[in-house]
Every structure is written in structure tokens, then in C-alpha cells.
């Protein structure tokens, strides 16, 4: 078997049926699994994929284990040549795996593989492609020197590499990442001792500690919804220190540079939040934009949202209009469609929701800050 595909699955029952449907649709040619890690949910997530995806294999554990855990336990019934540890808030286009395993092949020294990430606007995420966070560029990042600064304090996000650039990176987000099944083993799978934050940075590291080089490769992008994990409040300052000082303790010796340094960002941090705005409130959309083919779906939106719904065949580049929200309708469109049409019109003020394949929901969401967004559509 070429591929298996791991997805582990906490309470994000909507997301999780939209990534499946686009990593089906992704391994049609091939030879390959999915594995759904379920970590005791308390939604109705184990029911959905027993009703709708019934040929996928579902683990459903009965406690939730933590990431590296239900990762560990998923790769461990995996039968494929190679691994895809894949975030249930994402979607794939169908000639993802396709594009990333020929480049895998290619490589001789091979460790991990990421791709290009977009947020939910279209946006690219930094992440997606990142440096070992020594102390001082862990610094940098909390103290957003890397945007000042790019060319002398860009080591946090590889930025000697453009997002429109593959090449070696040493770091990788655990969010999407490919790689051969028996190195995953003989490094030891994910780290079951990790914080949140430093699973992925871990496990990035113990690759290059193998000889192996770890790859950003931009030629496919991969929507990932994410807000839930980047809301930048002190939670977040406390657990990136924690994962940090995990990861220094484990490969380093222990930094007093690296508690130094991050007493300084902190406080850096604390002064930029008390100067910043409160965040501004969601707003309702004036319009709505159908990309479908389907004219009563058209009016089966304007009677749920009572707003006006504009249908257009074909999926465009739309001039900006912060006021719009463009649909998709993925029962129209193919997922690499869509994906394009969220690079082509980022930034042009529109928000963007997906109707997934004979679903009766929207999904989507409107800041990489903010959590995803589902709207059950009524008589679908």
C-alpha cells in the first residue's frame, strides 16, 4: 500500500466529514487508507463516519488521549509505505497526495514533508514552513521581530524560502505531515510526554537528528482552518513557554538565555495587548455570492439567510466587495477549485464557505483568528 492517511478527531464533527470527503476524493488512484483517531468525542463525530464514510477504518478511543497519543495509535494500525498525519480541519485538493508523494520519491534523503497552508481566507500561514526555535528566534517570534525584520530575524518561519518556493526547512506543522512509515517508527512516533505546541517541532527535529532533511513544498496548497489554536491571548504565551522549555530540556541543556529571553517577550507582549483594540465584532453578510450551477439551491439560500443570493456558474476572480460571502458548492466544484479560488481572492474583503458534497451544511471561516464557522442549511 502506498498511503495511509491519519486523522485525529476531537469534537470537530463538520470539519472532519469536509476533510474526509476531499482525502477520499485525493486517493481515488491510489492505493491507499484512511484512519480516523477519534478521541473520545462528545459530538456526534464516531456516528457520522460510521453512516457516511463506512469503508473507513475508525478507531474510536475511549478517552482523549492528546495528539501525540491518537497519532501514535493510528500510525500503528497503518499499513502504508507512507504516512500523512492530516489535521481534521483541513482540506485537501485531489492531486495533493498525488504531487506530494512524486516529489517524495525523489528525494534520497527524505525525513518530513509539508505543504502550502492557507487559512480560511485564502491567506497563507507562515507555519506551514518553520526554523529550529532556538532561544533567541523563539524571541523574535513572540516579539514580532520577524515582521520588522525579515531578512536579519526570519528564522522562525523559514523565511529564506517564499511560501511560492519548495526547498529544505528543518521545522514542519503538525497540520499536515508526510512522511515514510518506518522512519515515523524508528524515530518513535510522536512524543506522548509533549506540550502543545512542541509535538510537531519535536518530532521535526528528531528527523534531522536521523540525517534526514525535512521539506516545504509549494506546489500544492491545503486549507487549514486553525483559529481555534492561534487566539494570541496569555493561555497561549504560557503554553508556548511550557513547549518550548519541553523541547530545550529534552535536545539542549537547559537555557537560562531562553528564560530570559522569554520574560522579556512576555512582557513585550502584555504592553502590545493592552495598546491593541478589542477585536470587532462578526457581521452579518449584505450578500451572498453562489458559485453553483444550481439555480434552486440558489433560492433555497435566500429563503434560509433572507438576503439576496447572486449565482454564478463558474468560479472567478470577483473585484473587492467586503460585503459579499462567496459559497461554494463542492457538489459543482472540485475541491482544487475551490482551494484556487480562495489564493485568487484573498484579501478582496469577501468571507468564504464550502457546501461539501451532498451535505446539508456550510463551513468556512473568516479569520485565521477566529474559529471555524458551521451553518446547518435547512431543507437540503
Same mark, same amino acid.
Given at each position: ?54 469503508? =473507513? ?111 529544505? =526547512? ?96 512576555? =512582557? ?40 439576496? =443570493? ?71
Amino acid at each position: 500500500m502506498q498511503l495511509s492517511v491519519i486523522i485525529l478527531n476531537y469534537n470537530v464533527r463538520y470539519f472532519l466529514e469536509q476533510c474526509v470527503l476531499s482525502v477520499q476524493k485525493a486517493l481515488e488512484s491510489m492505493d491507499a487508507e484512511i484512519i480516523v483517531v477519534d478521541n473520545n468525542s462528545t459530538d456526534d463525530s464516531c456516528a457520522m463516519m460510521k453512516k457516511r464514510f463506512p469503508n =473507513v477504518k475508525l478507531i474510536e478511543n475511549k478517552e482523549n488521549s492528546g495528539f501525540p497519543k491518537g497519532n501514535n495509535i493510528g500510525v500503528s494500525q497503518a499499513k502504508g509505505e507512507y504516512i500523512c498525519i492530516l489535521n481534521p480541519d483541513t482540506v485537501v485538493a485531489e492531486d495533493t497526495f498525488t504531487k506530494v508523494l512524486a516529489f517524495a520519491k525523489k528525494q534520497k534523503d527524505l525525513g518530513i514533508i509539508g505543504c502550502k497552508l492557507i487559512d480560511g481566507t485564502g491567506n497563507f500561514l507562515p507555519e506551514s514552513k518553520r526554523g529550529i526555535p532556538t532561544p533567541f528566534v523563539a524571541f523574535t517570534k513572540i516579539t514580532s521581530l520577524y515582521k520588522l525584520f525579515p531578512e536579519t530575524f526570519g528564522k522562525y518561519y523559514a523565511q529564506h524560502l517564499s511560501e511560492n518556493e519548495t526547498g529544505k =526547512v528543518d521545522i514542519l506543522v503538525g497540520a499536515f505531515m508526510l512522511m515514510k512509515r518506518d522512519l515515523y517508527n524508528e524515530i518513535g512516533g510522536y512524543d506522548e510526554n509533549c506540550f502543545m505546541y512542541s509535538d510537531d517541532i519535536d518530532l521535526s527535529y528528531m528527523a534531522l537528528k536521523k540525517g534526514k532533511s525535512n521539506y516545504y513544498f509549494h506546489e500544492t496548497s491545503v486549507i487549514h482552518y486553525k483559529g481555534e489554536s492561534t487566539i494570541k491571548d496569555e493561555t497561549y504565551m504560557k503554553r508556548f513557554q511550557e513547549a518550548m522549555n519541553f523541547f530545550y530540556k529534552k535536545h539542549f541543556r537547559v537555557s537560562f538565555l531562553f528564560a530570559f529571553f522569554m520574560k522579556i517577550g512576555i =512582557v513585550f507582549f502584555s504592553l502590545v495587548k493592552r495598546f491593541q483594540g478589542k477585536p470587532k465584532p462578526k457581521s452579518s453578510p449584505a450578500k451572498y455570492i453562489l458559485i453553483s450551477d444550481d439555480e434552486f439551491l440558489k433560492k433555497k439560500l435566500e429563503n434560509q439567510f433572507r438576503k439576496p =443570493v447572486k449565482r454564478y456558474d463558474l468560479a472567478q476572480s470577483f473585484s473587492k466587495n467586503a460585503t459579499a460571502e462567496i459559497i461554494f458548492d463542492q457538489n459543482y466544484l472540485t475541491f482544487k477549485a475551490i482551494i484556487q479560488a480562495f489564493e485568487a481572492n484573498a484579501n478582496k474583503g469577501f468571507s468564504f464557505k464550502i457546501l461539501p458534497k451532498s451535505s446539508d451544511f456550510v463551513i468556512g471561516s473568516n479569520s485565521s483568528f477566529d474559529r471555524g464557522e458551521v451553518v446547518k442549511i435547512t431543507d437540503l
